[in-house]
C-alpha cells in the first residue's frame, strides 16, 4: 500500500522513525529536510528545512525524548560541493518540535 508520495523537492527517502502519537518522521536524503507524516491519511504534517541535503536519519532522543537527532553524509561529494556544504557530514539536534518519540524495545540475543 502506498502511503505517501513525496513531493519532486523532498526526493529520496532514507532513515524513518515514529512518534509517540504514531506518526513517522522521514529522513529525504538529498532533499535536506525530515517530514512527518500521517500514516492514517498520507498527509504530510510538518517539514524541518535542515542546511544540508543530504540528510540520512532522524530518531528522538534525551531525558524525555523530545530531541530530534538527524545525520548527514558527505560520501561522494567532491571538493567542489563540500565546499559549499560545509554542514555535510554532521549531526544536528532538533528540540522544540512539539512532539516527542518512544522507548527504543530492547530484545534478549
Not at 540520512?56 to 530530534?68: A, I, L, P, Q, R
Request: charged share 25%.
Amino acid at each position: 500500500k502506498l502511503l505517501y508520495h513525496l513531493e519532486k523537492e523532498e526526493q529520496m527517502p532514507d532513515g524513518m522513525c515514529i512518534d509517540a502519537e504514531g506518526k513517522l518522521w522521514v529522513a529525504c536524503i538529498d532533499g535536506g529536510r525530515v517530514i512527518r507524516i500521517d500514516p492514517e491519511t498520507g498527509k504530510r504534517l510538518q517539514t524541518v528545512k535542515l542546511p544540508t541535503p543530504r540528510i540520512t536519519s532522524c530518531c528522538f532522543g534525551g531525558k524525555d525524548y523530545s530531541e530530534m537527532y538527524v545525520t548527514s553524509a558527505y560520501d561522494g561529494l567532491d571538493e567542489a560541493t563540500l565546499a559549499k556544504e560545509p554542514h555535510a557530514g554532521e549531526i544536528f539536534k532538533i528540540t522544540g518540535l512539539g512532539v516527542k518519540g518512544i522507548p527504543q524495545n530492547f530484545y534478549a540475543a
